[in-house]
């Protein structure tokens, strides 16, 4: 089989994309495992996943919404709030990710970490294709 320079360098960075995913996918030290979450409201689904909500540090969730019936125009870094099991609130620092429209959606979700520890906390996002807000709820191990 004779594969040509381009076929080879090709091959080569599959491979590598591959093997780096999960180091790529690997939340930081310290950061508690928790699971995805989601929600199935008015024809709009929406997945969060903690990426990062380790102590002193800013807090991340992957977010991905899905839909076949609307446009997805909400801006999440307005219709997002982060409450801590002690009542405070958190609003978002920033989104990084697909920009608002269309039927498919998937970014990062940023806010700052919460100023005590906490044992459990919420992710409520108002609108995302529903009139009542969306909450996404996690107690810490």
């Known amino acids: ?5 381009r076929s080879v360098i090709a091959l080569a960075a ?9 180091l790529a996918m690997a ?8 699971a995805a979450v989601s929600n199935d409201t008015a024809g709009v689904r929406v997945v969060i996943i903690p ?11 992957t977010v991905t919404m899905d839909t076949h019936t609307k446009p997805l125009d909400d801006d999440l870094t ?3 709030v982060l409450l801590d099991d002690g009542g405070r609130r958190y609003m978002p620092l920033s989104w990084q990710g697909d ?8 970014g990062v979700l940023r806010f700052p970490a919460p100023s005590e520890p906490v044992k459990s906390f ?3 996002i108002q609108g995302a294709g529903a009139e ?4 996404f709820k996690w107690t810490m191990k």
Do not use: C, Y
């Open 1 to 5: 089989m004779n594969l040509s320079r």
């Open 14 to 22: 599959t491979i590598l994309t591959f093997r780096m995913a999960p």
């Open 27 to 34: 939340q930081p030290a310290g950061t508690p495992k928790l």
């Open 51 to 61: 990426k990062t909500v380790a102590a002193k540090s800013d807090w991340e969730f």
């Open 78 to 80: 307005k219709t997002a």
């Open 99 to 106: 920009k608002p429209g269309g039927h498919h959606r998937q």
């Open 122 to 124: 919420e992710l409520q």
């Open 132 to 135: 009542n807000k969306r909450v």
